[in-house]
């Protein structure tokens, strides 16, 4: 996009960076990084507990990135934002509260076969504690769920679906609308992951009528460290605190502890105040530029990546669904994905190899490994032509 890599400091430190690794972590536009500085010479004190003017200072901008955060997912109130360390702070969040205290023997918590490890383990883990059952909902060879499937796979014992909006891997957009009214039509409630969507797909909670959802800061051009999770009041009411400290409590004594109301009662210690400032910068920075036009660029991009990396004979892409967001995965037949890697980090050339914390997704397609290539708004059309020149020449290596 025009003038968008400008407002990149990375970029003019490494003017040649074709950085393809956003799946990964976004970069930092000037306004973030300035905003995390500002709050350390200007405003720097622990939030809420002070009542010197410095303290509010610093107590109004880190409530400020909340009611930001409100306006961005259109929660129905600021109390329904908890701020976290990012999505698998999150997820571990509603694992070891919400479905630790609802599974019981027997009991199911849905999940696809797509998830980030992040979005398996915890829900794995619940089940394996209190003999319930993880359900898996399959995908096929594009990449793609069958709604008949997730449909058939709730019953009447499923306590909870927790489910990615784009694979981090495939790059595969879940129908997550859809999925959420064919829960809610059996009375069960939905965890979503959006990691991989927020910085391109406007997130309306209430329209969704999802129950819980989560993101990370630095996906979303903002600083690591940081996360949102969005759940709604009566659920978050209902929930015990699942870390105990300073903040989070109403009143403390040597035989009992009352708790702070939400959103409170989910932060306990000092947060991340400097990342929490910085997000919202971040968020900022998205909806000056627009959440469409991010994405309407990054769909323009893929559609070129794509088209130009089926044109290299040898290449496979894996995951072709047709709705899909800006990540593509592939394998070049004769060289190890690693190798692919570290060939196009030599030119400048940042793309992911690995698993991508996907397992399960490696073993449906017996790959050990895959390259992904995950597109933002700094890239443009360039990048994806030194990336299929970098391809060649580690074709070349390897003939």
């Known amino acids: 996009m025009k003038n968008i890599r400008s407002l990149f400091p990375i970029f003019k430190e490494y003017p ?8 990964s972590t976004t970069q930092k536009p000037h306004s973030v990084i ?10 720097n004190a622990n939030v809420h ?18 009611e930001k955060v409100k306006q961005f997912l259109n929660t129905p109130s600021v109390k329904e934002v908890i701020f976290t360390s990012g999505t698998t702070d999150s997820v571990n969040l509603v694992a070891s509260t919400f479905a630790l205290d609802r599974v019981g023997e027997g009991d199911e918590v849905v999940i696809s076969a797509m998830e980030h490890h992040a979005n398996l383990i915890p829900w794995q883990q619940v089940c394996l504690q209190k003999g319930g059952k993880l359900v898996v909902v ?17 019953t009447d014992r499923t ?37 991989q969507s927020v910085a391109s ?3 309306d909670v209430q329209a969704l009528d999802v129950d819980f959802l989560a ?32 903040e989070m409590i109403r009143d403390v004594t040597f035989k009992r502890t009352l708790f702070a109301p939400i959103p409170q009662k989910f932060e306990a210690g000092t947060p991340n105040i400097a990342g929490v400032v910085g997000l919202g910068a971040a968020i900022d920075f998205v909806e000056s530029v627009g959440q469409t036009v991010i994405k309407k660029h990054v769909d323009e991009l893929l559609k070129y990546a794509t088209n130009a990396l089926k044109n290299i004979e040898g290449l496979d892409i894996i995951g072709q669904a047709k709705e899909k967001s800006g990540i593509i995965s592939f394998i070049l037949r004769g060289a190890h994905p690693h190798d692919v890697a570290t060939i196009l980090g030599q030119q400048e050339v940042c793309i992911r190899a690995g698993h991508h914390c996907t397992q399960p997704i490696m073993d449906f397609y017996e790959l050990p490994a895959t390259v992904r290539v995950s597109l933002s708004v700094y890239n443009d059309f360039d990048d994806i032509d030194k990336l299929i020149k970098g391809l060649k020449k580690v074709q070349a290596i390897f003939a």
């Open 16 to 23: 040649n960076l074709v950085y393809l690794d956003s799946a």
């Open 34 to 43: 300035d905003a995390e500085l500002a709050f350390y010479q200007k405003q």
């Open 159 to 195: 306590k909870l679906v927790a489910v990615t909006h784009v694979s981090n891997t495939l790059g595969t957009v879940n129908p997550i609308a859809d999925m959420i009214k064919i829960a809610h039509s059996k009375n069960v409630p939905v965890f979503v992951d959006a990691a």
């Open 215 to 246: 993101f990370s800061g630095h996906k979303l051009f903002g600083p690591t460290g940081v996360g949102v999770l969005y759940g709604k009041e009566k659920w978050l009411n209902s929930m015990r605190p699942h870390r105990f400290g300073g």
């Open 138 to 154: 399959p995908f096929d060879t594009e990449g793609v769920l069958s709604l008949a499937d997730f449909e058939k796979a709730i």
């Open 49 to 66: 507990r002070g009542i010197y003017p410095l303290a509010a200072k610093a107590t109004q901008a880190y409530e400020a990135t909340r």
């Open 201 to 203: 797909h406007v997130l």
